[in-house]
């Protein structure tokens, strides 16, 4: 952004990350984005509460219907209907793909796993399955 556009408007800076946009139009989606999803009553908890960051660790692989799209298939255990078995394995791809791809958001949730029993249940479970 223009700095005199800064100098005259802005009160506050904000980083969406270590990239560059094109356009100006983007960032103010982005922002607007975010801004909507966390005010109260615009979304319902249970559909941000596994969005990524949201519990300090990325989230887990999405998938959608059909089924088998050209050999690729969604995981049998999702279709199964064991919501204990289907949540064990989001929770286990949400660990893997953080600290596959964000090391340093994994290290920080480490670092405070005292403070997030059910984390710290999860993760020993992971560990003892890997």
């Not at 408007?9 to 139009?25: A, M, N, P, T």
């Not at 103010?28 to 999803?37: E, G, P």
């Not at 596959?100 to 290290?107: A, G, S």
């Amino acid at each position: 952004m223009a700095q005199k556009v800064i100098d005259k408007f802005g009160d506050e800076e904000i980083s969406i990350g270590d990239y560059v946009l094109s356009r100006g139009d983007l960032l103010t989606l982005i922002i607007m984005d975010f801004v909507i999803r966390i005010k109260e009553g615009v979304i319902k908890k249970e559909s941000f509460g596994t969005d990524s960051f949201y519990n300090g660790l990325l989230e887990f692989p999405q998938y959608t219907r059909p089924v088998e799209i050209d050999g690729y298939t969604v995981p049998e255990v999702l279709q199964s209907g064991n919501h204990a078995k289907i949540s064990e394995y989001r929770q286990f791809h949400s660990i893997e793909k953080t600290m596959k791809n964000r090391m340093d958001l994994f290290e920080k949730k480490l670092e405070n796993i005292d403070e997030d029993l059910e984390f710290k249940k999860v993760y020993k479970k992971y560990l003892k399955n890997k």
